[in-house]
């Protein structure tokens, strides 16, 4: 019998993600998937999942669920407060950052993200939607895979496998696991991802191919602004509200291949930082460029947090890279090493 969660509420924006689809910008199609995909891979590898498996994208305020059987979910990404309801109707807060191991009949609530934007959940054997171009994911842009959840949604789950879930829940017992109502979860925790200076993102950037086109008195305003967050953002793009940048002769720029973390400047003055789901061409110049490895920062963006740009060098990327896959690898290994049982 196929097992479900049950959407009570959808949230703000709750969205199907997994990694997301690579190899078809060349029909317009840009990767989408998690906007944090690190911070899906360590849900889906609490509850002993493949990376690549389906998970939930929270924004904001998140749902409410019902999970009819006993499931073993994680939540990392931003801070948040959550709490879970027992069959009998008692009311808790649930830890976030973990393993946790849900009741059957229980009934959990997303409330609002103390620190940062956005959460990643992942369910043991992942969601089972159907694979859409070799992915999962909710592509709202394009319209492709699950629409945002809605009320009345029934999940599908994947079958996960026992012998994982025993391995996990028998580590979890040794670091002072308790099996009882309404959920059973480990005292240790992973860091959330929320930046440090959040709700101030200092975001590192490359001057872009049309940099030049400013003036010196435009690229320092660029740089120095303390950019707002226009509410109307989205996963395709995100606006910054500020004083604005106005070119006066960008009519000879043409249509050429963007990609994530591309800060364009439209004719209004007001940049757009491009994010997972962004068009896959565009004619506006682009005047900065957020390097790879610091586009996951966009992902807490919200219309409470501010951004500012800071000019960086090749270099200085090259080491900020290596020292985040360092970490990574170390984050990784030590996850699977609590794992074991």
Same mark, same amino acid.
């Given at each position: 019998m196929q097992k479900?969660?049950?959407?009570?509420?959808?949230?703000?924006?709750?969205?199907?993600?997994?990694?997301?689809?690579?190899?078809?910008?060349h029909?317009?199609?840009?990767?989408?998937g998690a906007m944090d995909p690190r911070q899906m891979i360590l849900a889906n590898q609490l509850?002993?999942?493949?990376?690549?498996? +389906? *998970?939930?994208?929270?924004?904001?305020?998140?749902?409410?669920?019902?999970? =009819?059987?006993?499931? $073993?979910?994680?939540?990392? &990404?931003?801070?948040?407060?959550?709490?879970?309801?027992?069959p009998s109707g008692d009311k808790r807060p649930l830890p976030t950052h973990r393993p946790v191991l849900?009741?059957?009949?229980?009934?959990?609530?997303?409330?609002?993200?103390?620190?940062?934007?956005?959460?990643?959940?992942?369910?043991?054997?992942?969601?089972?939607?159907?694979?859409?171009?070799?992915?999962?994911?909710?592509?709202?842009?394009?319209?492709?895979?699950?629409?945002i959840?809605?009320?009345?949604?029934?999940i599908p789950i994947g079958e996960a496998n026992p012998d994982t879930?025993?391995?996990?829940?028998?580590?979890?017992?040794?670091?002072?696991?308790?099996?009882?109502?309404?959920?059973? +979860? *480990?005292?240790?925790?992973?860091?959330?991802?929320?930046?440090?200076?959040? =709700?101030?993102?200092? $975001?590192?950037?490359?001057? &872009?191919?049309?940099?030049?086109?400013l003036s010196d008195i435009q690229a320092e305003r660029t740089l120095q602004t303390l950019w707002h967050i226009d509410p109307q953002s989205n996963r395709q793009g995100i606006r910054l509200n500020g004083p604005p940048v106005l070119l006066t002769d960008t009519a000879h720029i043409p249509s050429e291949p963007v990609r994530q973390g591309t800060v364009q400047l439209p004719p209004d003055g007001f940049p757009i930082l491009l994010s997972c789901e962004h068009q896959t061409t565009g004619g506006y110049p682009r005047i900065l460029e957020i390097p790879g490895c610091f586009t996951?920062?966009?992902?807490h963006a919200s219309p409470s947090s501010r951004i500012r740009f800071r000019l960086t060098s090749l270099d200085e990327v090259d080491t900020a890279a290596i020292k985040m896959n360092q970490e990574w690898k170390r984050i990784r290994q030590s996850l699977s090493d609590r794992l074991q049982p």
């Open positions: 479900i969660i049950q959407v009570l509420h959808p949230g703000l924006l709750t969205t199907i993600q997994d990694l997301g689809r690579t190899g078809f910008q029909i317009a199609i840009s990767c989408g509850v002993g999942n493949l990376d690549t498996d +389906a *998970g939930m994208e929270i924004t904001g305020y998140g749902p409410t669920l019902h999970f =009819p059987n006993d499931t $073993l979910i994680a939540c990392t &990404g931003a801070e948040c407060s959550v709490s879970i309801k027992s849900i009741q059957a009949n229980s009934t959990v609530e997303w409330h609002h993200t103390r620190l940062g934007f956005r959460c990643w959940i992942a369910v043991a054997g992942g969601l089972q939607f159907p694979k859409i171009l070799h992915s999962r994911s909710s592509h709202l842009a394009a319209g492709i895979g699950k629409p959840l809605a009320r009345g949604d029934k879930l025993d391995e996990i829940l028998t580590a979890l017992q040794k670091t002072g696991l308790t099996l009882g109502s309404p959920y059973s +979860a *480990g005292r240790w925790r992973l860091k959330a991802s929320t930046p440090e200076s959040w =709700p101030i993102i200092h $975001l590192p950037v490359l001057k &872009g191919r049309h940099f030049s086109l996951h920062l966009l992902a």
